[in-house]
């Protein structure tokens, strides 16, 4: 999870959409700021890459402690999971893997939102 956090923060350092004004909200996402804080600099970094603070935030809330809701949480944040598995070729989970950033659960639940349901 914490290096998860770092990669995000150096594409956001890389990226184009920051201007240099805003690059000192980077550096203010450490591990000794207090959680106040890191939340105003996502707040002002939102406005130039959303998406990369969406994924800032779900590396933030990584696994769960002991009891309820214990575990790895899906990375879009999605609830009422069910555990499956699946049998399918090296080439359509890459595909699914790429389709979902990196996660095959999150691309294959991406794909199903794109085929449409049939009505009755």
Same mark, same amino acid.
Request: with cysteine; charged share 30%.
């Given at each position: ?7 995000? /923060? ?25 959680? @106040? ?16 603070? @969406? ?26 999971? /069910? ?32 085929? /449409?349901?049939?009505?009755?």
């Amino acid at each position: 999870m914490k290096s998860q956090k770092s990669l995000i /923060k150096i594409a956001m350092g890389c990226d184009e959409r920051i201007p240099a004004k805003a690059m000192g909200y980077i550096a203010d996402l450490s591990a000794e700021a207090s959680p @106040e804080m890191v939340e105003d600099r996502l707040k002002q970094l939102a406005r130039y890459v959303p998406d990369l603070v @969406e994924k800032y935030r779900s590396a933030q809330i990584g696994r769960g402690g002991p009891g309820r809701g214990q575990g790895i949480r899906a990375a879009d944040g999605a609830t009422g999971l /069910k555990r499956t598995n699946i049998t399918i070729d090296p080439a359509s989970a890459d595909a699914l893997r790429a389709f979902g950033d990196g996660d095959l659960s999150l691309g294959i639940r991406r794909a199903a939102a794109h085929i /449409k349901k049939p009505s009755k």
